[in-house]
């Protein structure tokens, strides 16, 4: 065991920050898709 897993600095779970990186990430790719339906729908 080295010198870092001794003193860890933070000690929280990662589920939290991993589900938010995942919904803002989907939530940006949704964005887009609806906004590309949306022109192609005006186009037409």
Request: a negative charge; zero cysteines; aromatic letters at 14%.
């Amino acid at each position: 065991m080295n010198k870092f897993e001794k003193d860890v600095q933070d000690k929280a779970n990662d589920i939290v920050p991993s589900v938010v990186g995942f919904v803002a990430s989907f939530g940006f790719f949704a964005l887009i898709f609806v906004i590309a339906n949306i022109v192609d729908v005006a186009t037409h």
